[in-house]
């Protein structure tokens, strides 16, 4: 399930750095930006394996990462 991209608009800093929360309790996800939950969904794949933090496929996207930190709930 997809965040509506007005509604990510009125919560993106563009010109400066974003926060980003991910939540993963089994199968749920749970995201939030800037303080703001954006999205809520349920996947297997986020069971187990590798953690992937951001993948964009086609598209010309920068992207920079600070101050990571993960924490077992």
Request: net charge positive; no cysteine; charged share 25%.
């Amino acid at each position: 399930n997809k965040p509506d991209p007005a509604d990510i608009a009125k919560i993106l800093n563009i010109d400066g750095w974003n926060t980003m929360e991910i939540q993963a309790v089994g199968e749920k996800i749970d995201i939030s930006l800037n303080g703001t939950k954006v999205t809520s969904m349920k996947s297997q794949r986020s069971v187990k394996g590798k953690l992937g933090i951001q993948l964009h496929s086609n598209e010309n996207t920068r992207i920079k990462f600070r101050n990571i930190e993960i924490t077992e709930l």
